[in-house]
Structure formats: C-alpha cells, structure tokens
T-cell receptor
C-alpha cells in the first residue's frame, strides 16, 4: 500500500545536537511538506518542496534545513540553532503542488509523525 | 496572511447528540475547505472536503459552507465516543498550493 513513512517515531536530542527526521513516500506525489505541531496548537509550516531539488521556506523555517534529492524523500534536519525544538513533526505530501483548489486530488496525506524531545 | 479561526474547545457533548464545529477565515477567498480529524498523538486524517456553497453529507458527517461569510461548519450526528478527537479546519490558498490550518477544536463525546 502507498503511504508516507516517517522515522524515527520518537527521538531525543541533547542541546547543541543536530538531528535528522526521515520522510519517505511511495505515492508518486510531487509536493512534500514539513509541519510542526506544539501541544494544543494547529500545524505550522516549516518547509515545502514542489519538485526535486527545489524547496521553499514556510512560516517557521529558522533553525531547520531540508533537502529534496529524490522525489520520494524529504528529510528534515533540526539544527542546534532551533532553540525550542521539542514538538511533534509531521511530514505530508500532495499529488501536485499547484492544483485547482477544487480538485479532488488536492489533499494532503500525512505520515505518522515524529516526536522530538530535547533533554 | 490568512487567519483561520475555530471555536475554542474543548467541546463536550453526550453520546448520541449532534456536535457542531465551526471555522472561519479571513484575508482571502478560499475555494474549498478540508476537515481533518486528529486523534491524540496521531497524525491528521481527512474526513471531509467541500467545494460548493451549501451542505455536503457523508455518513454521520455534514459539512456546511458559506463562501460569502467565509464560514464552514462540520456537524457530527449521533456522536460516538470514538469521535473524540481534535478537528482541524484547513483551507488551501487560492492556488491550491499551501494549506493554512486552524488551531483545532477538541471534541469530547461522553458515554
């Protein structure tokens, strides 16, 4: 079955460390996204990618970095510059980046999430 | 920047009652709305999309959209304890590119 795989599910980081969250999809989707969710809050966009070798900053990109070397993969690195990284991180994908808002395919599919805790 | 607002929770309803969840947005006109359900500790899952003014029914769920008022609601009939979750409203931008998520409304259905 097609889907999005995020790993690890739980991750602990010491202050000053960089950590990388993996996101792999086999849906043949063009667009991929990273969101951050803090307790009791909605999703905030960190980075997104329309196609391979291209990505754009979202609303809260500071302290994060991404790469998109393959269509299937969109890893997120949480750097030491991110001062408050403890959160639930969600990877998502969409069939096309730019699609009609009325298109039935214009929906996000999410991975199971990665929970990062800073020790 | 588009602002998406949802009625603050937690919303508690007894089992079998109708739960009503509301969402409004400002700044732009959106062509469509999506409702996602998120269980605690899990990722969001799409439960309803609506593109046209009026009502759209899917099982126990009914979405109501009023584009002129920039308002959308989600009604859950015959609420079950398994409906207890956070419901996120997410309109895409005008080009269908990025989604702006509301803060979510936490629903608790009491047995």
């Amino acid at each position: 079955d097609g889907g999005i795989t995020q790993s690890p599910k739980y991750l602990f980081r010491k202050e000053g460390q960089n950590v990388t969250l993996s996101c792999e999809q086999n849906l043949n989707h063009d667009a991929m996204y990273w969101y951050r969710q803090d307790p009791g809050q909605g999703l905030r966009l960190i980075y997104y990618s329309q196609i391979v070798n291209d990505f754009q900053k979202g609303d809260i990109a500071e302290g994060y970095s991404v790469s998109r070397e393959k269509k299937e993969s969109f890893p997120l690195t949480v750097t030491s510059a991110q001062k408050n990284p403890t959160a639930f991180y969600l990877c998502a994908s969409k069939k096309k980046y730019r699609d009609s808002p009325l298109s039935g395919a214009n929906v996000l599919t999410f991975g199971a999430g990665s929970r990062l805790t800073v020790l | 920047q588009k602002e998406v607002e949802q009625n603050s929770g937690p919303l508690s309803v007894p089992e079998g009652a109708i739960a009503s969840l509301n969402c409004t947005y400002s700044d732009r006109v959106s062509q469509s709305f999506f409702w996602y359900r998120q269980y605690s500790g899990k990722s969001p899952e799409l439960i309803m999309s609506i593109y046209s003014n009026g009502d759209k029914e899917d099982g126990r769920f009914t979405a109501q959209l009023n584009k002129a008022s920039q308002y959308v609601s989600l009604l859950i009939r015959d609420s079950q304890p398994s409906d207890s979750a956070t419901y996120l409203c997410a309109p895409p931008d005008n080009y269908g590119q990025n989604f702006v998520f509301g803060p979510g409304t936490r629903l608790s259905v009491l047995p």
